[in-house]
Every structure is written in C-alpha cells, then in structure tokens.
C-alpha cells in the first residue's frame, strides 16, 4: 500500500482546510496576523483576512469538483519532484500551485518567499494536521536543485534567470502581468465602488489588481475618484503614502498632467503596469479601437474588469478579480493539466 495520501484523501483534506479557514479561533487569528504584519508591513490583517477568504473559495467543494471533474487524473506511480518557487506580493499567492501539485499526487518541494514565509507555512502545517501523510508530499527547501519539473513565479527580470536555470526542465515559469478595466460611462456607482477592490486590495500589488483603466472619456475618470473617496482608509498606510507622496512629487516636478484625489493619482499613458498610488488611464473610441488595444497587450493581461461590453469575452464583474476559482490559472496556463502529464511519465 502506498504511504501517500490517496486522490481522494487528499481532496477531502483540502476541504476540510478551507472549513477550518472559515472558523479559526479570534485569539489565533489576531496572533497569525501579527506575525505576518511583522514579517511584510504590506501584508495589512484585512489583506491576510482577503487572502485567506480566496483560498476559502478556492477550497469549496462544489469549485473542487466541478474543476476536478475536466480532468482525468492520473495517480502516478513513482510521483514527480515538483519545484515551486513562490512568489511573495500578496499573501498566499503561491497557494494554488501547492494545490495542483498535492492534488495532482506529486512532491512539492516548495522555496518560499522571504516577504511571505510565515502565512504559507502555516497553512502547511494546518493541511498536514488535517492529513498526516502530506509530510511525505511537502518539502520546504532553500534551494531547489535537480528537480524533475519546476514551477516559478517571478518578475520579468526573475523570469529570465529561472529560464537559464530551470529551462531544461519541464516548467511553468510565469513573469509580470496586471489587470484592466473597461469603462463604458454607464457604470453605477456601486460598479465604481467595487472597482476600487480591485485597485485597492493588497494595494494594488497582485498581477489580478487593476493598474489601467479604458475609458471613453474623462468624465469617467472624475466619477470614479469622487466615488473612490470612500476608500481613504488606504492613505493611512505609511508605505502606501510615501508610494503616493513620491509619484505625486515627481508628476509635479516634471509637470505631468494628472489627476489626484488625495491618495490615488490617476495619469494617461500607454504604459500598463502603474505605479503603487497610480492608477493609469488610456482613452478609446469605440468597441473596435478598444478590441484593437486589448489584443496589443492579451500577453500581459491577466484579467479584464468590467461590464458587457460588446464581443470582448471572459470580463470579471467590477469587485471579483482578487477572487478566483481553482480553474482562473495565472496566465491562462494550466496547471493541473502540466502536471498530469507528468504522471503519464
């Protein structure tokens, strides 16, 4: 008999997670926050309280099954040694692919971040005391050599360095992208409202926050930072307002147009990853110039906020890009399916 954790062991466990998430204890929620505030200032309670709320819906089981349900999964014989190395913006961001290897019945040998070491190996420890034969599965390592594939996350500049490593492996090796939304001019305020959680949460730091905004024209742009007033909250962050003190210097210095709030400055540009503080805009005509500028920038783009609008598929409701499902893969690459093959091997 095999000493790993058998398919549905290891589903059941997952569940079983995401129900214990959902009912930690106050006292050991207020001292798991503050260690991870101590170790990331940008790692704020309601962020880690945001990120453990995803991975809550990650974890439902109707989400698992019907994700699990496309996929023929293959128990395999002799299981892989799987490198993650994790990315640390926001917290927990690596959890998904902890998910599909131990789900997929492989070794995760995993490299946390050093900005976020203390809420992934919690969570760890947690999946692990729901099911004790997933300390054959979890390896923490400080570094990842010679392993039979390798999963990594990085920026653009990272990137590069894990594709001279990592390239003659089997990889997934994912770089920057960000997320847009669309204005038509039609939004409700409460559309604009829910926009601002997609620019806001873990202040703008995840590739599914929103960094650009299409819009038809500037009236848009004077609604959204009317509307946006009730998220001032932020402003209070130190880190955040030396981001927004310093860019809002240098627009000034420079004399750049912008448009500023108080805490959000909002600046045209063609450029599409903005600043922490900033939030860029860039105007369009009509359904087909817009169509035309999406397909310019769909290889960096992970996700497109907003209403219907004409045939442009796949848009998240405004309030919901921070909150995918098991099958919402980082750049569209999927991840089950990568290692599934493996199995095969």
């Not at 420890?125 to 099911?131: F, N, R």
């Not at 219907?308 to 999927?334: E, K, R, T």
């Amino acid at each position: 008999m095999s000493p790993y954790p058998s398919f549905q062991s290891r589903i059941q466990a997952f569940i079983q997670l995401g129900l214990q998430l959902a009912s930690i204890d106050e006292e050991e929620k207020y001292s798991l926050f503050r260690r991870v505030e101590n170790q990331n200032a940008w790692f704020i309670p309601s962020s880690v309280s945001n990120a453990l709320e995803g991975i809550q819906l990650l974890l439902e089981e109707k989400n698992l099954t019907d994700w699990l349900s496309k996929y023929q999964i293959i128990e395999p014989s002799n299981p892989k040694n799987i490198g993650i190395l994790m990315a640390g913006n926001i917290p927990a961001v690596g959890f998904h692919d902890l998910l599909c290897v131990l789900i997929s019945g492989h070794i995760a040998s995993v490299k946390l971040s050093s900005s976020d070491s203390v809420l992934v190996t919690w969570l760890i420890g947690q999946l692990i005391a729901i099911e004790p034969s997933f300390a054959l599965l979890i390896k923490i390592e400080d570094m990842l050599k010679s392993k039979d594939a390798y999963i990594a996350t990085g920026s653009d500049n990272s990137a590069r360095y894990f594709h001279y490593y990592f390239g003659k492996y089997p990889h997934i090796i994912r770089s920057n992208r960000t997320s847009v939304a669309i204005l038509t001019g039609e939004e409700t305020d409460q559309d604009l409202e829910n926009l601002g959680r997609d620019i806001f949460q873990y202040f703008g730091l995840g590739c599914r926050n929103v960094s650009k905004v299409f819009v038809k024209s500037e009236v848009s742009l004077v609604r959204l930072l009317g509307v946006l007033d009730k998220k001032d909250w932020i402003h209070s962050h130190h880190k955040y307002l030396n981001n927004y003190d310093y860019n809002k210097s240098i627009y000034l210095v420079n004399g750049e147009p912008h448009l500023d709030n108080g805490f959000l400055l909002l600046k045209e540009s063609q450029e599409l990853v903005s600043p922490i503080a900033v939030l860029y805009y860039e105007k369009y005509q009509d359904e087909k110039d817009l169509d035309q500028r999406l397909e310019l920038i769909k290889e960096k783009v992970q996700c497109i906020v907003g209403n219907q609008v004409g045939s442009i598929a796949g848009l998240i409701p405004f309030g919901q890009a921070q909150l995918p499902c098991p099958w919402d893969y980082a750049d569209h690459v999927d991840t089950l399916q990568f290692l599934n093959s493996l199995s095969e091997n």
